[in-house]
């Protein structure tokens, strides 16, 4: 208790001393709690994009080699469906879509358009509507599988809307329109059969019918051409896993589309390593989608390494300063010291006073400083990440125009995303650890440099050595 009360009184005797080394003391922990927040901020913004997005891969052939290709009458190597499901199986991956059709036919399901005949639909018996000549039909239905039901564009912008049922969950499962269920007098719970246009012999899709969408979308796409194959309305979605347990040994009739998303932009070296021993031609190009991964995570990482950056430099010149501060204010209290270890006092009891007192004031500027650092935080991320973001819209803008297009294969984008132009920052339980952490460690630091050169001295030593 009295080295309590003997701090609080030399805090109070040297009010301007203090005062000093207080403004020191809470410029550095409001800077750090100001670059804590937003560096911690941004890391979650990243961390959550990657996981989220990641950077889309771009296979497509590499236009010099493809024109040699041609010269020379060879066609191009296609990527085979067994490829693009091995390369999706991938640890460099943050995720992979897979989305698939296969041209169907049914004994028992009439199609909505089925019973109109043309004269030219014999142009169109071929593998790619799925024609079998054994029956002499033609496809009527599109079987769809999807291996994320969140890529289902039409369901998202309400052009298509489950109106009875469940989306598909397990294997075996579809939904169909509400034309199809109608025309057919099916419901939820019933099982259809399908059977692939192209080899109806080797088995067929029994699925449970789990869900029925209203269809609001273009039934022909625009295309003039009226065949059931086309109608939007015969569309039968299930999963991927189900499209593939079921048609995969019949290439030709199974057409794959595939998305993969890197989990770092920096793996794609490996990982392209990876696909050309999984079989991958070498006149395919292995790119990734940086432009959209930094177009989002640009403004954020950049906004990240100059807090960083600032936070070091004021921290260093700061902590140097004070023990500057620290050690002349030690100098002037020789005397004092000189007097208590006459006294019989023991330097770690002296040592323990001085920590006491740099602990009230630091504490007092924790206090004060983790206000101003929350308040002003949010002001500073919003003018500092829009600022960045403008950067990195001019180098985008910059490098398209300087850039030649490669056309994509089989491949979507992200180019839509739109950058990060602010962060919602505040301070967090973890935040608030590190301010603390960083703070104990500044007193601790400070107090015992000064401390070890003032006590080092006998007190005799002290006594005479005053001016």
Do not use: W
């Not at 099982?191 to 609001?216: C, F, M, Q, W």
């Not at 140097?320 to 002349?328: A, G, N, Q, Y």
Request: aromatic fraction near 8%; charge should be positive.
């Amino acid at each position: 208790m009295y080295l309590l009360n003997n701090s609080l009184k030399n805090i109070i005797r040297n009010r301007g001393r203090n005062g000093l080394l207080g403004f020191i003391i809470l410029t550095l922990i409001t800077t750090a709690a100001i670059s804590m927040i937003i560096s911690n901020t941004s890391n979650n913004i990243i961390d959550n994009y990657a996981k989220k997005f990641g950077a889309e891969i771009t296979i497509s052939p590499d236009q010099n080699k493809s024109i040699e290709y041609y010269q020379k009458g060879k066609d191009i190597p296609e990527i085979s469906n067994q490829q693009y499901i091995s390369f999706g199986k991938s640890n460099y991956l943050q995720k992979s879509e897979f989305t698939g059709s296969v041209p169907s036919i049914s004994d028992k399901l009439e199609a909505i358009d089925g019973d109109i005949e043309l004269d030219e639909s014999k142009m169109f018996m071929s593998p790619m509507n799925g024609s079998n000549e054994d029956k002499g039909e033609t496809a009527k239905f599109q079987l769809k599988g999807t291996s994320n039901k969140e890529t289902l564009e039409e369901f998202k912008n309400n052009k298509r809307e489950l109106v009875q049922g469940k989306f598909f969950e397990n294997k075996n499962e579809a939904i169909i329109s509400s034309e199809l269920a109608e025309k057919n007098n099916l419901k939820v719970g019933d099982i259809i059969s399908l059977s692939s246009a192209e080899a109806p012999k080797d088995g067929n899709y029994k699925l449970k019918v789990t869900g029925i969408y209203k269809d609001r979308t273009d039934e022909y796409n625009g295309i003039p051409l009226k065949l059931a194959l086309l109608n939007r309305r015969n569309e039968i979605i299930t999963s991927f896993e189900t499209l593939i347990n079921n048609d995969f040994s019949h290439k030709h009739s199974l057409s794959i589309n595939a998305k993969f998303f890197l989990k770092n932009p920096e793996n794609l070296s490996s990982f392209t390593k990876e696909l050309r021993s999984k079989g991958l031609d070498t006149i395919y190009n292995v790119t990734a989608d940086t432009e959209s991964y930094n177009k989002v995570v640009g403004p954020v990482q950049r906004l990240k390494d100059i807090t960083f950056t600032f936070m070091v430099i004021v921290l260093s010149l700061g902590a140097i300063t004070l023990i500057l501060l620290t050690i002349l204010s030690m100098r002037e209290r020789k005397y004092e010291v000189g007097v208590l270890r006459a006294m019989g006092m023991k330097k770690n009891k002296i040592a323990l006073g001085f920590i006491i007192e740099m602990l009230i004031i630091t504490i007092s500027c924790l206090v004060i400083g983790l206000g101003l650092g929350s308040t002003c935080a949010q002001n500073i991320s919003n003018h500092l990440l829009k600022n960045q973001a403008e950067v990195v819209n001019k180098n985008g803008r910059q490098q398209n125009r300087n850039s030649q297009g490669i056309a994509k294969i089989g491949q979507g984008s992200e180019s839509n995303i739109n950058p990060v132009t602010k962060m919602n920052v505040g301070l967090t339980q973890g935040t608030l650890i590190e301010v603390i952490g960083f703070s104990l460690i500044l007193v601790l630091l400070t107090t015992g440099i000064g401390t070890f050169y003032i006590t080092k001295y006998e007190p005799i030593k002290l006594l005479t050595g005053r001016d």
